[in-house]
DNA sequence: CTGAAAGCGCTAACAT
DNA sequence: ATGTTAGCGCTTTCAG
């Protein structure tokens, strides 16, 4: 393994001028620096993190926290934003270290190791967490950065779907579609990403002058999986029998609505719309296909570790929400309503 | 944050003496190793990982290779293994380095970064991957250990289900519910492990003196997705329409394989039992709960990291081969054969 | 524009 | 049984 020695000998200069050279320092004449840049590839020397470290007193190190549960989901959806920050992390020099914690995390619980030895430089936490953890984390008072997640406290750095528009688009297409009786499904409501949708179905139906029932929404399922779509749809159905379209909080609960449907032989599109949100459930054999709202995850975690190492080089005074934008994705599970009568 | 300085001054002793008290070196006398300790506990004293790499010449980071498409994967079955792994590593003090590649790698492709930069002390890789991944982490001569893939030059360590004995247990399983035409599919039937299973069930039925007929095995499908479970089991019934029990290389092609039943008035398990393999399609709610034979993977990821902790130790020559045993769960998809006639 | 040198925190060989 | 010290590879200040 090539040393910051070993280039400086082979370049005929100091370690120093090395140094310089690879932080691209300005003082450095052109012909040096490219001297130098040149023995560097033809070494394949690589900067020691180790040594690096010792001196700079930064590991290169970003700790990525995660609820087990999220990280072993099906839907590849924490995954991605991982994979995205992970791959934003190597224009940064930095390495990300995954961990996840229990979804029952609490106070006694011992935070991550990296945490407990100082070996990462900042934080990130993905979805949803328990409270202890945050608080945790807090005390040790390292960078730390949200995603998909807006904590109680609402003083972070952030970035997070914009639930609202994409609830106001999922709800306003249905709406350009003719239908009037909508209903919202959703679970685990007290999640600010899950309310926010919910806030933004509200708001398109008001701006559209249509009324929202009690009725027309089923909001106290506990979770967001298919089997509670699965039972918010027959509970939906047995408040409001006139639903044309429903407009489920994710794609998991779209989908188990659907199947509820079908089994009851209710036909989609033909009977009942249907739209989700997220855009992870790839299974494309479903029949049919889902109509949904796409969030860009893989774009979320690059875009997370962008605002880490801007609050890294620039001091945590830089806090920052960035509201990722959505896309609406038309595929056969909404049609536009039929008129019978 | 505290250094081995700050211990060794509020202990009186010097750094040498810290050091060695935490290395459990034998001819530190207990009464200072004890007071040492209680300083280090009370200073909240963690070794700087950059120090002690730079005089070691160690990272103390394990390299985690995975191919992207199986990172993304609905079911958990790398993800778990990862966990495992992640898990084992704090007994010995590792952190752990995870990274895709995509694919279709190639021999042009960057080898991951961390190799690059030797910022690891050792390398696993999971599942299959493209040969030319392979060849070029060999060349860096790390500690390498494989798990859940067989490599074709069968010269590393590895971490295997005991695939062969899984596709016996499943089949005899099947023998024992009296079933005589036992079918078989798979995809991509190239990979070690889909090939070992393939395997077991040829040696169960054999020893069980039942024929193996040509037309009772479908593998041409190209991969284990549950489209090919269903695809499989179209062909496989259109070539044999008296089978009464079919063996899935995977859960995803046994569920595949059950909605083709379904979907055909073939009811499961009263005409045709089904079993998976793998226990990964969480998916409760599916009717009928699929029998399988349960991959412990969690236990896989313990297992690697010990095996690489132990090269690591040992030296490169430690290459030693560990088969990871099965269990055979039984759910509602298989059921004692009934004879009509 | 470049070089010399101090020092980051730790381990391990050597000294006591 | 414990202390002294060199040195791991690098960054950065200060000199030139």
Same mark, same amino acid.
């Given at each position: 393994m090539a040393t910051i020695k070993d280039v400086a000998k082979e370049a005929n200069v100091s370690i120093a001028t090395v140094s310089l050279v690879i932080h691209k320092h300005k003082r450095i004449s052109l012909p040096t620096s490219q001297r130098v840049n040149k023995v560097i590839k033809k070494l394949n020397y690589h900067p020691s993190r180790s040594a690096r470290g010792l001196v700079s007193q930064k590991t290169g190190n970003i700790g990525f926290i995660l609820r087990e549960d999220h990280f072993l989901r099906s839907e590849a959806f924490y995954t991605r934003i991982f994979l995205?920050?992970?791959?934003?992390?190597? /224009? +940064?020099? +930095? +390495?990300?270290l995954l961990t996840t914690i229990p979804s029952g995390y609490s106070d006694k619980d011992r935070p991550p190791r990296f945490i407990l030895e100082?070996?990462? /430089?900042? %934080? %990130? #936490?993905?979805?949803?967490?328990? /409270?202890? #953890?945050?608080?945790?984390?807090?005390?040790?008072n390292l960078p730390l950065v949200f995603v998909d997640y807006y904590p109680p406290s609402n003083d972070h750095s952030v970035v997070l779907i914009d639930n609202i528009s994409g609830g106001m688009v999922a709800t306003r297409f249905l709406i350009k579609l003719k239908h009037k009786n909508i209903g919202f499904i959703a679970g685990d409501i007290s999640h600010p990403s899950i309310n926010d949708r919910f806030r933004g179905y509200r708001m398109a139906m008001e701006n559209a002058g249509l009324e929202i029932f009690k009725k027309s929404y089923i909001i106290d399922e506990n979770d967001t999986a298919r089997e509670n779509g699965y039972n918010a749809a027959r509970k939906l159905l047995k408040q409001r029998n006139d639903i044309t379209a429903v407009f489920a909080c994710n794609d998991a609960m779209a989908i188990g609505a659907i199947q509820y449907f079908k089994e009851n032989s209710i036909s989609i599109p033909d009977n009942v719309s249907v739209i989700g949100f997220d855009d992870v459930e790839a299974d494309i054999s479903f029949d049919p296909t889902l109509s949904t709202v796409r969030v860009p995850k893989y774009e979320m975690g690059i875009e997370v570790m962008k605002l880490m190492s801007d609050m890294i080089k620039n001091g945590k005074g830089t806090k920052k929400k960035v509201? %990722?934008? #959505?896309d609406l994705i038309e595929r056969n599970s909404t049609a536009e309503l039929k008129i019978y009568k």
């Open positions: 995205g920050t992970e791959f934003e992390a190597r /224009d +940064y020099e +930095y +390495y990300v100082k070996n990462v /430089d900042g %934080i %990130i #936490i993905a979805g949803k967490v328990p /409270d202890s #953890i945050i608080r945790q984390v807090e005390r040790y509201l %990722i934008p #959505i």
